[in-house]
């Protein structure tokens, strides 16, 4: 009974360390990634401004290639967010037109780039003249990400560690107190009184038949005589 209840308490506490472990591992991937849209709406906010600029321009007769203020707005809001690598406008046709980096100007952009965030400018017509792109650099993301997790596993380590030890005292009491039950009901004298005074009714009945059956044996061997 004792390996029985030991190996129980072990299955247990494993149990329980690995409930832990997958609650910390689901609430890292939750806030990692709360994290990144975090950080993502931020430049979304930004994109969002920088295209309603193109568009008001627009709206006053002025085409996308001749807003050359945009140039020193995209710069400013570039030194704003060390994370970005760019801000770039792109027209309609996929030509970078103006850029916070200068060596990107007149390159063609991808249709679909990865960590970017993008916000369509449109004209009075609803006709898309552009397109404003923050390239952010996904290394400072993750870099935050992994730091979001190293904090939550510090504090993971103690609980998961505490879970064990929890469940196996709580797990050893109970074994200690379900073993000083077996004994106090294997030992008549803990019994309630009215298991003894039962237990006592059984015992005289049994003499009583036992004390029958031996008189009538020993008639039968008298007669026999």
């Given at each position: 009974m004792?390996?029985?209840a030991l190996w129980l308490i072990g299955v247990f506490a494993l149990i329980a360390a690995a409930c832990v472990a997958f609650g910390a591992y689901f609430s890292s991937v939750t806030l990692v990634n709360a994290y990144r849209s975090a950080v993502e709406s931020r430049f979304a906010v930004t994109a969002e401004r920088l295209a309603g600029v193109v568009e008001r321009a627009a709206s006053l007769g002025i085409a996308l290639p001749a807003q050359a203020t945009l140039a020193g707005v995209l710069e400013r809001e570039a030194r704003i967010e060390p994370s970005l690598r760019s801000i770039d406008l792109v027209d309609e046709r996929g030509v970078v037109v103006f850029s916070s980096d200068a060596g990107r100007i007149g390159a063609s952009f991808e249709r679909a780039p990865a960590s970017t965030v993008r916000r369509t400018a449109r004209n009075d017509l609803d006709a898309p003249i552009g397109q404003v792109v923050m390239r952010y650099d996904?290394?400072?993301l993750d870099a935050g990400g992994a730091a979001l997790r190293a904090d939550l596993w510090q504090v993971t380590w103690p609980a998961l560690i505490g879970a064990c030890c929890a469940t196996i005292v709580v797990g050893l009491l109970l074994a200690m107190s379900l073993r000083r039950a077996a004994r106090r009901a294997a030992d008549p004298a803990h019994w309630p009184v009215a298991a003894r005074s039962?237990?006592?009714e059984a015992d005289a009945a049994h003499a009583f038949l036992d004390d029958g059956?031996?008189?009538g044996?020993?008639?039968a061997r008298k007669d026999g005589r």
């Open positions: 004792t390996r029985t996904p290394q400072v039962a237990l006592a059956t031996t008189d044996g020993g008639t």
